[in-house]
């Protein structure tokens, strides 16, 4: 049976953390897979998440089933963490899922069984698991024009224009902040102006949330989602916890659903858990569970946002000083525009043969379409690095 098999292709972001590995040189530089580092290249529990996990292991007095849609008071604070105090809370529902990934198809499979040929539009270029996550629900694809790579800036213009051609009842996904791969964002007026065309057009929002607090601050970050849900009469979100509670394998996330009132919510809500049930019937509870109590204790909470906080500020620095430092090698602007991208990820414009000799004569490693990871900038080895760059240039 599997001789008829092909190999697969590799998920090429993950295969940089075995290269990463292999390769003995001292100096070498991780800039690939988005993950949080500290300044040692560490990856720590965060404070608070530890702690809730102490009183998780001394509380729990039972491991049986919750439900389809997990833990409610996890479901509950992630509804009030991304649509903020003054979202109509009972038009929204919220499903506990396997991260973010299992939140963003878990939407898919709803999207399908509402509208089986309905069409999600993504931007060029997205996190390269999106397209396979929509296919495999049975979406159709389509593009929408995002990053200019010489300037750095989003496409807004174009990005409008494709988006009007787009048919009623079309799917328009857009990242919440924290653009990935390219860093560049939209800004509040932009937010407004997407939601006046969705609403005029008849699209559906999808946003993925998954680095809420990296940018511009926890409700900063969710500033554009929330403008759209004060104003568009459905839509639908996939956030995830991997990256600001740092619970990446724990497999932490939240499907979330806008309807027009409670009693479609409730419809689309039951139709998303049925999906859950033919997928992986329940999610792992452990990270959530750990996320509730951070979340529902003032203490642990303002421990959380604080550590979240120096995480952030530590990748604005590093924006920065890393910016100033191309600036020096290159003696030019060119690059100017790293310091003004949020969140963990910028686009650098280099040529997928200028990131190999990065790699290979250099030690440096980033995805092949020169995004770099920020948490990863050496503090103490900035002009190297931006000297190693700056020499692959032509
Ligand atoms: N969406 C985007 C844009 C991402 O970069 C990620 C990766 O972290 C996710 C969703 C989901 O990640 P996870 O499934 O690890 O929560
Ligand atoms: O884009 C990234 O680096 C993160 C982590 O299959 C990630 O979103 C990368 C690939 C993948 C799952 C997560």
Same mark, same amino acid.
């Given at each position: 049976m599997f001789e008829n098999l092909q190999p697969a292709p590799a998920d090429k972001i993950i295969a940089l953390i075995g290269l990463y590995r292999a390769? $003995?040189? #001292?100096d070498k530089v991780d800039l690939g897979v988005g993950v949080y580092k500290d300044r040692d290249g560490k990856t720590p529990v965060m404070r608070a998440v530890r702690e809730a996990e102490k009183r998780l292991l001394q509380s729990q007095d039972t491991k049986t089933y919750l439900g389809l849609a997990g833990d409610t008071g996890f479901n509950a604070a992630m509804a009030k963490l991304t649509f903020g105090p003054a979202a109509d809370l009972g038009r929204i529902r919220a499903a506990q899922a396997p991260g973010g990934s299992g939140a963003l198809r878990l939407v898919a499979e709803l999207l399908k069984r509402t509208r089986s040929d309905a069409t999600i539009w993504l931007s060029d #270029?997205?996190? #390269?698991n999106h397209p396979p996550v929509m296919r495999a629900a049975g979406l159709q694809i389509r593009e929408y024009p995002y990053f200019d790579a010489a300037s750095g800036a989003v496409r807004f213009a174009d990005m409008l224009t494709a988006l009007r051609a787009a048919k009623s009842g079309d799917v328009v996904l857009l990242h %919440?902040?924290?653009?990935? $791969?390219? %860093?560049a964002n939209l800004d509040t007026a932009q937010w407004t102006e997407i939601t006046d065309l969705v609403v005029e057009r008849g699209l559906l929002p999808f946003v993925d949330i998954a680095y809420q607090g990296f940018g511009e601050g926890l409700d900063a970050d969710a500033a554009g989602l929330r403008i759209m849900a004060s104003k568009v009469p459905e839509m639908v979100v996939a956030s995830s916890c991997s990256k600001n509670f740092a619970v990446y394998r724990d497999r932490v996330g939240a499907a979330m659903i806008l309807a027009k009132d409670g009693a479609q919510a409730d419809v689309a809500m039951g139709q998303m858990l049925s999906a859950a049930r033919a997928m992986y019937s329940m999610p792992p509870d452990h990270g959530a569970a750990a996320v509730r109590i951070v979340l529902e204790d003032a203490a642990l909470r303002a421990d959380w946002e604080a550590e979240l906080e120096d995480m952030r500020l530590r990748m604005l620095r590093l924006r920065v000083q890393f910016a100033e430092a191309l600036r020096r090698q290159s003696n030019s602007d060119r690059f100017d525009f790293v310091a003004s991208h949020r969140g963990m990820f910028s686009r650098l414009g280099l040529s997928e043969a200028q990131v190999e000799r990065l790699r290979a004569e250099h030690g440096v490693y980033m995805v092949g379409d020169s995004r770099i990871n920020v948490a990863g900038l050496p503090e103490d080895g900035m002009d190297a690095l931006a000297k190693a760059i700056v020499s692959v240039l032509d």
């Open positions: 390769d $003995p040189r #001292p #270029p997205t996190w #390269p %919440g902040c924290c653009h990935n $791969p390219t %860093g």
